[in-house]
T-cell receptor
Framework: DVKVTQSSRYLVKRTGEKVFLECVQDMDHENMFWYRQDPGLGLRLIYFSYDVKMKEKGDIPEGYSVSREKKERFSLILESASTNQTSMYLC??????????????FGQGTRLTVV | GESVGLHLPTLSVQEGDNSIINCAYSNSASDYFIWYKQESGKGPQFIIDIRSNMDKRQGQRVTVLLNKTVKHLSLQIAATQPGDSAVYFCAETRMNTGFQKLVFGTGTRLLVSP
């Protein structure tokens, strides 16, 4: 089974802190994604990566950056955490198959609270 | 702007009934439409997809219907079970700078009563 592991289930950080959310997948997937999930808004794409050291902005990249130094690891960075970044963060991965990707595998999520 | 959304935020059904979860979309250029299920405390999990040139696809106890005329997608669950209680998201694939990505709707909560 594909396993996508996020380093923390719950995090509490202070406003202005630099926050790192880590995600590791064990199936050699090329694609990795970071979403945030908020009630009534569904899942919104922050950033994604289709190869090592490659990154693309999603729909809401402001206030975030990412790092992909190794294929299995994709990190989301909040440069200076703010209260409006309190959310559930979901990491996902998928294969590049040569046709549209529809099956992404998700981690269990990190609930981040910024106080 | 373009969006993927849902008609109903919560659907309550009795165990054994059939459930129908609906979704409206606006991007006619999407290649695939997909349904994901998210159980409490877990990440979303892929259920079934349908290519944009199809109007129906069946899986195990689930059927997805696509009506391109009215830009409507539905997920039918037969003989709903308590284990089907979850939030269901529709999603679509879109191109982004030449690379396909998933765009999710806002979700519908399905509550199954015994």
């Amino acid at each position: 089974d594909v396993k996508v592991t996020q380093s923390s289930r719950y995090l509490v950080k202070r406003t202005g802190e630099k926050v790192f959310l880590e995600c590791v997948q064990d199936m050699d997937h090329e694609n990795m994604f970071w979403y945030r999930q908020d009630p009534g808004l569904g899942l919104r794409l922050i950033y994604f990566s289709y190869d090592v050291k490659m990154k693309e902005k999603g729909d809401i990249p402001e206030g975030y950056s990412v790092s992909r130094e190794k294929k299995e690891r994709f990190s989301l960075i909040l440069e200076s955490a703010s209260t409006n970044q309190t959310s559930m963060y979901l990491c996902a991965s998928s294969l590049i198959t040569g046709q549209p990707n529809t099956e992404a595998f998700f981690g269990q999520g990190t609930r981040l609270t910024v106080v | 702007g373009e969006s993927v959304g849902l008609h109903l935020p919560t659907l309550s059904v009795q165990e054994g009934d059939n459930s129908i979860i609906n979704c409206a979309y606006s991007n006619s250029a999407s290649d695939y439409f997909i349904w994901y299920k998210q159980e409490s405390g877990k990440g979303p999990q892929f259920i079934i997809d349908i290519r944009s040139n199809m109007d129906k696809r069946q899986g195990q106890r689930v059927t997805v219907l696509l009506n391109k005329t009215v830009k409507h997608l539905s997920l039918q669950i037969a003989a709903t079970q308590p284990g089907d209680s979850a939030v269901y998201f529709c999603a679509e694939t879109r191109m982004n700078t030449g690379f396909q990505k998933l765009v999710f709707g806002t979700g519908t909560r399905l509550l199954v009563s015994p």
